[in-house]
């Protein structure tokens, strides 16, 4: 039974909702996290990206008495944090090493005049004892700690920080603290709750399901032009993030994709961070634009509207893949995720395993998440079941994921599988030498290249043995044999050897069962890719909408900041569609709030033509 308390505190953060944020529901465990926190309960959350989380701390800290105080390692983004809250009406500041003296001191006096709702702190700010004693000072609502997964070993570079951040409880003892991660592992959820003293927290748990992203992953064949042609066909004038392993990658794809008329940014550890914090700027600022980045872009990136994220190279585990495609399609709107993937990533991934620094456990861990990532990839059965089983959680077929929407057959590749390791059996056992997948390939197709002939490979007796499939369905056997671990490789050409494992296939003791080969895989589901935006906009409403988006960036462009923080796509899809004709009928948009409603309404209606009231 809730107290009389409870209830009105309750009906107070729906209030909130509903007035400040414009939104008529909560979603998910938003209701059942925001009550708890009212109550001054501490709370661990685990939410995907775009599932909502900020609600989880912004609603308390607006219920409650006093400043809600954020813990953030993404000072970079402070700022359009901050400055779509105040267009939100909320008054927010933050205090971090890229502002001056006086600018600092603006928002202390504003924390201790009790004129600040919400107070954005880089984690380090709270070392600093200056900063405790200012806290002190004023009345804390309570602690938000965001991207809470920092403090695990698997963290970043704020570990040491985020670590001192479990003294919190200590000094402010009756101060509820909610910790906040898209980091789904259980070893993570468990350090989190240890190394933050939040074991006496309530755990909440949300679906990591992400139903409006499409799960793609496809054979690696010409990588650029594959991703240029999902770009053409089905994301023109998209925003997106394009992952690559190296920073040359990088810079060629960017140059690639400008080339070809899509205006496309570098981001990498390699530019001064001058030029990367520029294209993040403009990525955020700007519509419609690729950022093609090492994993060192995009954490806290909340951009809501980023249509497609696209990996050229294999992440090296499936929490980095999710994470990375989690940046994808915030605001619920179908999205993509797509990953071209080869023969040539697991080789090098190995190799980079192999020779990675650290002991043998550190390197069998890597083996293990490589591993994971590996059977993701290869699966024949819906991606999306295996992603969340990966984060244990349940569920069935989704029917939005590319093994659902053209599934893929397996077929029995013992006989194959014996052939390839044979030859490399023979190689090894008659003349001491060891070769790439393509000699080998070669040799099983019987081609007289000048290498196979170089070292009278064409006098082997598995010389020719293979030409019932063709060379990229080679490639994909020896793929996926390395995949399962039916095949080893080492050193710096990626020379095939056997393991344990392959002795087994070769005295036929066991079936090897493999993926229906890349090629028809890709070109039946090439016709599917042409169906339709599953988001049309009438033929009234679409003209509309690109009216309210060019107000909406001028708007944007004069206050200097992303269009987005004005109002999401989303809502301006639902003004164009139910055209309002009233400042009341706008109100009841999902998005306008009231303080929008003042600050904006006028103008929308007038862009739409209508008649204000
Ligand atoms: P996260 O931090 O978990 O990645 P956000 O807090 O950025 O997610 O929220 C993702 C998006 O969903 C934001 O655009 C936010 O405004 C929107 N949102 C959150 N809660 C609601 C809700 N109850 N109703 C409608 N939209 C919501
Ligand atoms: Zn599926």
């Excluded at 006086?102 to 070392?127: K, S, T």
Aim: glycine residues 8%.
């Amino acid at each position: 039974m809730a107290s009389p308390e409870t209830l009105t505190e309750t009906s107070d953060a729906a209030r909130t909702l509903h007035r400040v944020f414009g939104y008529d529901s909560f979603r998910g465990g938003q209701q059942e996290i925001i009550e708890h926190v009212v109550a001054g309960g501490d709370a661990l959350v685990l939410m995907p990206t775009g599932g909502g989380k900020s609600l989880c701390y912004q609603i308390p800290a607006l219920v409650r008495k006093g400043v809600g105080v954020v813990v953030s390692p993404l000072i970079a983004l402070m700022q359009d944090q901050v400055d779509a809250l105040r267009d939100l009406g909320v008054r927010a500041g933050f205090l971090n090493s890229t502002q001056d003296f006086d600018e600092r001191r603006l928002v202390e006096q504003e924390f201790l005049a009790g004129e600040l709702d919400l107070l954005y702190l880089a984690p380090e700010r709270l070392r600093v004892e200056s900063t405790l004693n200012l806290l002190d000072r004023g009345t804390i609502a309570l602690f938000a700690i965001d991207e809470a997964h920092c403090v695990s070993q698997w963290g970043h570079d704020f570990r040491p920080d985020y670590l001192g951040l479990s003294e919190l409880h200590e000094r402010w003892p009756d101060v509820p603290r909610i910790a906040l991660t898209a980091t789904a592992t259980k070893a993570t959820h468990a350090e989190i709750a240890t190394r933050l003293n939040l074991k006496d927290a309530k755990h909440f748990v949300a679906s990591f399901d992400r139903p409006n992203i499409q799960y793609r992953i496809e054979p690696k064949n010409e990588p650029k032009k594959q991703l240029l042609e999902l770009l053409r066909t089905e994301h023109k004038g998209d925003a997106g993030i394009v992952y690559c392993l190296s920073r040359a990658s990088v810079e060629k794809t960017a140059e690639f994709l400008t080339a070809n008329g899509i205006t496309a940014l570098p981001y990498h550890a390699g530019l001064d961070a001058r030029t990367r914090a520029e294209h993040q700027a403009r990525f955020l600022r700007e519509e419609g634009l690729v950022v093609v980045a090492t994993i060192a872009f995009g954490m806290g990136i909340d951009k809501p509207d980023v249509r497609f994220v696209a990996h050229l190279d294999l992440p090296k585990s499936v929490e980095g893949y999710y994470q990375e495609t989690g940046r994808a399609g915030r605001d619920g709107l179908p999205s993509t995720a797509w990953l071209a993937y080869g023969l040539q990533d697991v080789v090098q991934q190995r190799k980079m395993i192999d020779t990675s620094e650290g002991d043998d456990a550190h390197r069998r861990r890597l083996a293990t998440h490589l591993d994971a990532m590996l059977a993701l990839c290869e699966t024949v059965e819906c991606r999306r079941v295996q992603l969340l089983a990966y984060f244990g959680q349940e569920s069935t077929p989704c029917g939005n994921c590319d093994t659902c929407l053209t599934p893929p057959e397996s077929w029995d590749g013992t006989v194959p599988a014996q052939k390839l390791l044979s030859a490399v059996f023979r190689l090894q056992r008659e003349r001491r030498q060891k070769f790439g997948a393509g000699q080998i390939i070669d040799i099983l197709l019987g081609k007289k290249t000048s290498k196979v002939i170089q070292h009278d490979h064409d006098s082997l007796t598995v010389f020719g043995i293979g030409t019932e499939l063709t060379e990229p369905e080679w490639r994909g056997v020896v793929r996926q044999l390395l995949a399962q671990r039916l095949i080893g490789v080492e050193g710096d050409y990626g020379t095939l050897v056997l393991t344990d494992a392959s002795a087994g296939v070769l005295r036929k003791e066991r079936e090897v069962r493999l993926r229906r080969e890349p090629e028809r895989v890709a070109k039946a589901r090439a016709a599917k890719a042409a169906r339709p935006a599953p988001v049309e906009l009438s033929a009234e409403a679409a003209p509309v909408f690109e009216r309210l988006r060019a107000w909406r960036a001028a708007q944007a462009k004069e206050q200097g900041v992303p269009p987005y923080v004005i109002f999401h796509d989303k809502t301006l899809r639902q003004i164009a569609t139910e055209s309002p004709k009233t400042l009341a009928e706008l109100g009841t948009v999902s998005g306008v709030g009231e303080s929008k409603l003042a600050k904006y309404g006028q103008q929308i209606l007038d862009t739409l033509g209508g008649q204000g009231s």
